[in-house]
């Protein structure tokens, strides 16, 4: 009985992503892929030809980079705006700021990306703001996304804005289920702001803290729209990161195999930062 | 243990107790409007590039890249709106992402409700395999999915097709809408269920007619998260589908940009517009979204 209502899904799953999941890594011992001359097992030569390419390990530093700059700030900006909607007010002024505070969430990877580049173009609203704030006056004014040592910044900056609300929504969550008579006990005790926080939100959002920080790395490791339509992995490979990578080797490339490899080590570094959180987190909820 | 550590510190003990209590009855405390300036400036900040989007997208086209920039456009026009819906082809674009994501949620939803139902209501063997394998999947990134997906689609004659775009969004949709919804169902009691059963429904009936109003907010949280999921999507819609008539938003908006030169004006006329559908869906699920979503996405 209960295999009839699991089926379908599973069914679903098990042809759309189980094979094709075999298939890549099926793919990443082979070369010559697709090829008229038919394909050649090698074996492991497409992980060793990976890792002789500088750009493998230039494309994973940036990805780290990347990847840990966006998790601090959406856990900086998310919780805070979480702490901060969670506070006593009226309950039409919380929806109205918790909409605002949405709203990056509900706009869609390519037009985050258009504005951001619209924006920080060097004719573009920020450096219009910080001539007109007296910041930027010498000079011409920065290219963010084309420059080499802002470019990074602007993709961390442009991930940060799209990104944070979905943490914030998880903050938010978490902090629902914190019981209201935990802070009441602890002001009748006379605890300060930053006691309550300290001793009754953080040590209660533990877990749920990294649960968010799992899904988030998972989702931002893996993010291919916004660096490929901003930068595009460039100037140089600045922003070069690890989806584009796969992607470039397959559709620009044509090394099938290499992009394959790549992929799978997309998968296998994720999964290693899974297992790690998932550790962490069962040690939390244990002690 | 919290309120141990916390009872430590005790000291003073009715006395805030009175405090609050009547700033309670005050409506306006200086505190509250602090924090509502303090949150009203980084509205401000956060709506910044929304509100450059917009501005941009009424100035005529030779005023978009000015340098320095006025703040309002000083001859708004809707020009560029004009030229989006000049053209039949943006209509057919706009329509395409909402039969997309609109099939996708359809199957997505129901697969992932079905599944979740067995998965909350049942024991049985394979279980943790089960969810092991669920919560595996939703870790696959997309863009190592592409090629063999490419293959995939070719070899069913489906390659440029929109039954290729929603069986690839249903397929990343349904670990998540199985996940939220489990457990979802798994906070609704049983016993409402079992009163049912006695009067003689089948189990199909009871989740329609039980389980799905119950669970109506994790529902549509799930839905909404479907819908995103593939409305967003670039990535597959670039790999799978070539032709005009085919084209979602995302790669229509995306197609402006020419080799040699950008369509500005259209593309963020066609960007505000893009954004109003997601933005609507919100305003009419948000007392839902809260609820529903939060619970799946937090407990997993």
Known sequence: MPYAFVAPAILVMAVLMVFPMGRMFHMSLFQ???????????????????????????????????VGASLIIHQIVGGGLALLLTSRMRGSLRTFFRAIFITPWLI??????????????HRGGFNSMLRTLGIVECCPPPEWFGDFKLAMPALIATNGWGGYPLTMIMWLAGLQSIPKDHYEAASVDGAGRWRRFRHITLPAMGPTILTILLLDTIYTFRNWDLPFLTTGGGPGDTTMVLP???????????NFGISAASAVMILLITAFFVFWFLRIRGRLLEG | MIRNAVARQSGAGAAPLAGRGSLRRWPVQPEAIVRSLILLALAAVVMYPIFWLVTNSLRPNGEIFKHPAEWLPPTPTLEAYGKVFGTG???????????????????????????????SRFTFRGKRALEFFVVGTQQIPPVAMIIPFFALVRQFGLYDTHLALIITYASFALPLAILMLTTYFATIPIELEESAFIDGAGRLRMLWTIMRPLALPGIV??????????????????????????????????????????????????????????????ALAQRYLVSGLTLGAVKQ
């Open chain 1, 32 to 66: 010559d892929l697709f090829a008229r001359v038919g394909e050649r097992f090698v074996g492991f030569e497409n992980y060793a030809d990976l890792f002789q390419k500088e750009l493998f390990w230039i494309a994973l530093m940036n990805s780290i980079i990347f």
């Open chain 2, 89 to 119: 082809l943006w209509l057919r674009i706009f329509l395409n992402s909402y039969f997309v994501a609109g099939a996708t949620t359809l199957v997505a939803v129901t697969l992932g409700a079905l599944a979740a139902y067995g998965m």
């Open chain 2, 221 to 282: 949280a799930t839905g909404v998260f479907a819908f995103i999921l593939s409305f967003q999507d670039l990535l597959f819609a670039v790999q799978l589908t070539v032709s005009d008539d085919m084209r979602t938003i995302p790669l229509g908006i995306v197609t402006l940009i020419g080799q040699q030169n950008v369509d500005w004006h259209q593309m963020l006329a066609a960007s505000v517009l893009a954004s109003i559908p997601l933005l609507v869906l919100y």
């Open chain 1, 108 to 121: 869609i990877p390519a037009v985050v990306a258009i504005t951001w580049v619209l924006l920080l173009d």
């Open chain 1, 244 to 254: 584009l990578l796969t992607y470039r080797e397959a559709f620009i490339g044509f």
